[in-house]
């Protein structure tokens, strides 16, 4: 059974730090890319990483550049996103999806979700 469970969110004051995971079951991370999403409250989901299933190639929105990092442990069959300097507009719930072997047009995933993993910046 193919799944996805991201975990590591949580309350963090404006510059702080967290690090998401994306656990993979039934599949591995390192044939296949994932990408991170997030929703904030009243707004549509966005892409805002992703990392490459055998090429490893990264990929990140405008707006987090320089601030997340995206990795995987293939020995763990697991994606992490670090985020630095985190600012309120971080807020949101974070998802991670695969869209295949490759990043390209990983913002159009339009497949499943999980439960995703809550994440709010605030002081």
């Known amino acids: 059974q193919v799944q996805l469970v991201e975990s590591g969110g949580g309350l963090v004051q404006p510059g702080g730090s967290l690090r998401l995971s994306c656990a993979l079951s039934?599949?591995?991370?390192?044939?296949?890319?994932i990408g991170w999403f997030r929703q904030a409250q009243g707004k549509e989901r966005e892409g805002i990483s992703c990392?490459?299933?055998?090429?490893?190639?990264?990929f990140y929105k405008d707006s987090v550049k320089g601030r997340f990092t995206i990795s995987k442990d293939n020995a763990a069959n697991t994606v992490y996103l670090q985020m630095e300097s985190l600012k309120p507009d971080d807020t949101g719930v974070y998802y991670c999806?695969?869209?295949?072997?490759?990043?390209?047009?990983?913002?159009?995933?339009?497949?499943?979700w999980g439960q995703g993993t809550q994440v709010t910046v605030s002081q």
């Open positions: 999806v695969s869209p295949g072997y490759y990043c390209a047009g990983y913002d159009r995933y339009g497949g499943q």
């Open positions: 039934g599949f591995t991370v390192d044939y296949y890319a």
């Open positions: 990392i490459g299933g055998r090429d490893g190639n990264t």
